[in-house]
């Protein structure tokens, strides 16, 4: 990714050499039981770019909205689940 130093008006510019800033192990890590391959998702671009969609851009856009429609289609289960195993505690 490239640094970003000022240039000659003191703007901020996406000119400077190109580092790694973020660790492999810093960019995937989600909560602990979210460790396995199934919740990493590779996309191109750097913190800035890899949130914001083209139009000529489907294929990360395809990858993210398939992503949370998975987490919509098993949030109602899982909350049901959760409730039943509460209720059942209190029994």
Excluded at 55 to 83: F, G, H, Q, W
């Amino acid at each position: 990714m490239p640094t970003l130093p000022k240039d000659s008006e003191s703007n901020w510019s996406r000119c400077g050499p190109h580092v790694l800033l973020v660790s492999f192990d810093s960019a995937t890590r989600g909560r602990p039981w979210e460790t396995t391959n199934e919740y990493k998702i590779s996309l191109k671009g750097d913190h800035s770019t890899m949130v914001k969609f083209s139009e000529n851009d489907r294929s990360d856009y395809s990858k993210v909205c398939n992503v949370l429609k998975s987490y919509v289609n098993s949030a109602v289960p899982t909350i049901r689940s959760r409730m039943n195993k509460e209720k059942n505690q209190r029994l």
